[in-house]
């Protein structure tokens, strides 16, 4: 009898493990205060952004694609108890209206341009909830896409890659920012590479520029390195040509900062200043400021909204004007700051400090120059601005950009003329900008290409007022046949679609 019962149970046990190994995972049923997801075989509606601003209930839930201009929204900064809204950047349309995003905010806040033309699917829906800090916090009423993929430009490897500083670059895979599986419509692999680290853990790519002496910053600061072309002579000379952070073209006149310092001034400052890439305290040489008598003090300063790093600027300065960029920290505080202007500007970078201090400073190449301050580590609780100014008595255009140790190493490489062709090196997950004079009319090809086994590159064309794309961005090698609407500055960004360290040929013609 137990015999019996003991072959029962035994066959009993079977049969259940069997049961439990062929049973389905079941599906939750969807919480009732979320819209229910869309298939990813689900069209699309396309809405104008005007639309929706005219009439949100009427597309409430629905899966809809929007285009419009991207625009940041201001992070919120609490002490404690935060209660974030769910949007964290807007696309704009031309006739101003504006819808708020949710998703991606971590990817497209650091990667992508302000006033970069997208397009994004997602579920339109209503937001109801505290937004602020502690019991500050309001209840708000907030309808938004909820982003689930950015369709234009394509989700290339930087879309995905939030930087951490550790050396390591992971995707921001939360479920308000993952990035949604392409459909069919658009099967671009969406890429997570990393930066591979060395045997002390430090990531092997940072940028290492070839570098040439620039004369010593004022006070007892250290003198910084100045980023020169690997190239052979002949080349273009390097002039960057940065773009604003904000809605227009215009900043808000302010009086110069007090105390701030003439290019030959001497003022001291506790903040650590870099060392040249050779190490050591190189010997000064001589540069155009040495010899020069203008005072950025008597010119008129118009400052501009907060800049972060990796957006570039490309702004015109008028004739004995500075213009101030008060910085926002992303990382760690280690920035390099470059920026090129036209060929008859010879143009002045400086860092001020809280004290209206002039903490680094550099115009070591003279008219038409690149301009470079290198790896200066600020101290991040601290308040500072970037000024740029012109020493010769004229107004032109310039490019500046930005980046940050910790995140990605976007720099301007200097000014391409028509008919030639740069040969350069990109650093890991970085975007070289190379930055030109156009005239209205002109009509434009342009073309990239790896010099060697390693690298995928596309390129994107951006131009004045304010840094608008134009055309297709980051998608393609080569943009064919343009037609330029302004006289100005122009900025070209090359990137490595496989996010490493590659050679590459870059050639503009003017058809």
């Known amino acids: 009898m137990k015999q019996r019962h003991l072959i029962f149970l035994l066959v009993l046990l079977t049969l259940l493990i069997a049961c439990g190994e062929a049973r389905p995972t079941p599906t939750p049923f969807a919480d009732a205060a979320e819209p229910e997801e869309t298939p990813d075989t689900a069209q699309p509606l396309a ?46 349309a031309a006739d101003g209206s504006v819808v708020a995003i949710g998703g991606f905010g971590s990817q497209v806040r650091s990667l992508l341009p302000s006033n970069l033309t997208m397009t994004v699917v997602g579920v339109w829906q209503l937001f109801e909830g505290p ?25 290339i490897a930087r879309v995905t ?57 004022p006070g007892d600061g250290t003198s910084t390195s100045t980023p020169t072309r690997e190239d052979e002579a ?10 604003r952070e904000g809605d227009t073209g215009t900043g808000t006149p302010t009086s110069p900062p007090n105390g701030a310092a003439t290019p030959t001034a001497s003022s001291g400052s506790g903040t650590p200043t870099p060392t040249s890439a050779n190490g050591g305290n190189p010997t000064p040489t001589t540069g155009a400021l040495a010899t020069t008598t203008r005072n950025p003090s008597d010119f008129d300063t118009v400052e501009f909204d907060p800049l972060g790093p990796e957006q570039p600027i490309l702004e015109l300065l008028e004739a004995e004007q500075a213009h101030l960029y008060p910085v926002i920290f992303d990382y760690n505080g280690a920035i390099t700051i470059t920026a090129v202007a036209e060929p008859t500007m010879n143009i002045v970078l400086e860092i001020i400090g809280p004290t209206s201090d002039v903490v680094q400073q550099a115009n070591n190449t003279g008219n038409g120059g690149l301009e470079s301050i290198v790896n200066a580590q600020l101290n991040t609780a601290l308040d500072y601005k970037i000024r740029i100014y012109n ?25 391409i003329e028509y008919g030639q062709t740069i040969n350069n090196r990109i650093e890991v997950l970085g975007i070289d900008y190379w930055c030109f004079l156009g005239t209205a009319d002109d009509n434009v090809s342009i073309s990239s290409a790896a010099t060697g086994a390693e690298g995928d590159f596309v390129v994107g064309l951006f131009g004045p007022p304010d840094f608008d794309s134009i055309g297709t961005v980051f998608q393609d090698g080569t943009i064919m046949n343009v037609s330029l609407t302004e006289n100005g500055m122009y900025m070209i960004g090359v990137l490595d679609f496989e996010a490493g360290a590659a050679g590459y040929t870059l050639t503009l013609t003017k058809n």
């Open 131 to 155: 937004v602020g800090c502690g019991k500050s916090a309001t209840t708000a009423e907030i309808w938004y896409l909820k982003a689930r993929d950015i369709v234009s430009p394509s989700p």
């Open 47 to 92: 809405v104008s952004i005007t639309e929706l601003v005219a009439d949100p209930e009427a597309y409430a839930d629905s899966f809809i694609e929007i285009t419009g201009q991207y625009r940041r929204l201001p992070l919120l900064v609490c002490d404690s108890d935060p209660h974030p809204a769910p949007a964290t950047w807007e696309l704009a």
């Open 161 to 217: 890659l939030t930087p951490t500083g550790s050396g390591t670059q992971i995707a921001d895979v939360d479920e308000d920012t993952a990035v949604a599986t392409p459909t069919d419509n658009n099967l671009t692999p969406t890429l997570t590479p990393t930066r591979p680290e060395g045997d002390d853990g430090e990531p092997v790519g940072t940028p290492t520029l070839a570098s040439t002496t620039v004369p010593a910053p």
């Open 391 to 415: 020493l010769n008595d004229n107004e032109g255009d310039y490019c500046l950009v930005f980046s940050e140790g910790g995140g990605f190493p976007d720099t301007i490489k200097g000014r």
């Open 234 to 243: 002949g080349e273009p000379t390097f002039t960057p040509s940065p773009t």
